[in-house]
């Protein structure tokens, strides 16, 4: 069976960088009715540009309209629905049931997509959100292998989408209302500050004494209380597919055009190798927690990265390749580097893994340089290989 690999894409270059590296389709959101909203997102034209750009490399872009409406958002959602359809975007996320019915009303010929918002944990829902005329649901993170399969043989004919990686939110499915009370930022409406990723402290105080912070251990571990594992179910896609998914969802509207590289690349190997399960390292070399597999297989009590917020991956994000040409290419620069360097380079194309050491540099006023500091400066590096724009140069730690 075909499945898709879906990837997030926070900007039009991010969108870019997805499908360069194997994205089948990608999922955006607006400048409104996004539960990113901390995201660059897109306006409208920008909008219709992906679709143009998604449909002529016959990829797909789904929207995301995915908040919790109050009444005062329902006749600009009509109108952002009635959008969307005549910009050809080939669904739209959804979570609430106002919004659904807002736009089955304002756009009849609009795909709609259940999000995993919706926390769909049943085959009942699924097949309620089936009758109301959603193609596709995307399925809450809290379902085990085997229920996902009861779901696809209950509701054969609905499309089932579930996500294989990324950050996954301490709260069931994303319901969760920890930013709104300690920042004033609701989640549910776009705005998350991912207050769990925070390090918390206890202090004991009243009104008559305060003895100050008090330590805090969980474990014996440490202080990230609230912070999960990320997701990596790189290593179970065939059993994914076996169980009726027919899209594997990346998470990271948020994340870098590095990030997006690295783990759709990977997937997409892994995909077309025949569910390959030697892409893990590869999943090492970008910023990440502590990895699981989530409730894939039951229940799962070992979800908590209690012991820093994220690690920054075994690789650096050096620059982007704008061109290659006669031994030489030309790049953005995104980290800083100096000729003796050994650069890695990452890429869809057979030069994946592929290194070289840099031995010329120049600034793009032709001046030869050693030390190349400037952000976004475009240099012009010696590589013995040839590169294609949208390729990526990284190092490796030490």
């Known amino acids: 069976m075909k499945v898709e690999l879906l990837a997030p894409a926070g900007n039009f270059e991010k969108l870019k960088t997805a499908f360069w590296f194997g994205a089948d389709a990608a999922y955006i959101g607006g400048k409104d009715f996004s539960l990113r909203s901390f995201a660059d997102n897109f306006t409208r034209g ?7 750009l998604a449909h002529g ?14 009444n005062k958002d329902l006749p600009l959602l009509e109108d952002y629905f009635a959008f969307l359809q005549s910009a050809k975007v080939d669904a739209a996320l959804v979570s609430d049931c106002g919004v659904l019915y807002a736009a089955k009303k304002a756009a009849p010929e609009l795909q709609l997509h259940i999000s995993t918002q919706a926390n769909t944990t049943n ?8 009758e109301q005329g959603a193609s596709r649901v995307v399925l809450a993170r809290e379902l085990s292998l ?3 399969a009861e779901i696809h043989t209950a509701v054969p004919e609905m ?3 579930a996500f294989v990686h990324g950050a996954m939110c301490i709260s069931y499915s994303g319901r969760c209302l920890l930013s709104d009370y300690l920042a004033n930022r609701p989640s549910n409406r776009g705005e998350c500050v991912q207050a769990c990723r925070w390090n918390y402290q206890i202090r004991k105080s009243d009104a008559k004494s305060d003895s100050g912070w008090l330590e805090m251990q969980q474990d014996n571990k440490g202080t990230y209380l609230l912070n999960s594992k990320d997701l990596n ?3 179970h896609l ?27 690349n990977a997937y997409r190997r892994c995909i077309d190798n025949g569910f390959d399960k030697t892409v893990e390292s590869e999943l090492l070399t970008a910023a990440h927690r502590d990895y699981t597999t989530a409730y894939a297989f039951g229940e799962n009590s070992q979800t908590v990265n209690y012991t820093d917020s994220q690690t920054k991956g075994d690789c650096d994000y050096i620059a982007n390749v704008l061109e290659s040409e006669n031994g030489f290419a030309t790049v953005e620069m995104r980290g800083r580097f100096k000729t003796g360097d050994v650069l890695e380079v990452l890429s869809p194309s057979e030069n994946f893994k592929k290194s070289f050491t840099v031995e010329k540099a120049f600034t793009s006023t032709g001046e030869q340089v050693s030390d190349c500091k400037l952000v976004q400066e475009h240099y012009k590096i010696n590589c013995p290989y040839s590169l294609a724009k949208g390729d990526i140069l990284r190092r490796r730690k030490l």
């Open 57 to 70: 490399l016959g990829k797909k872009v789904y929207v995301t309209a995915n908040i919790f409406a109050k």
């Open 238 to 264: 065939k059993e994914l597919a076996e169980a009726g998914v027919c899209s594997f969802k990346i998470e990271g509207r948020m994340k870098s055009e590095y990030y997006l590289a690295t783990v759709i």
């Open 123 to 130: 085959k009942y829902a699924v097949k309620f959100y089936r």
């Open 46 to 52: 920008e909008i219709e540009n992906a679709v143009k």
């Open 146 to 148: 085997e229920e996902i």
């Open 159 to 161: 499309e089932l989408e």
């Open 233 to 235: 179910m790189s290593a």
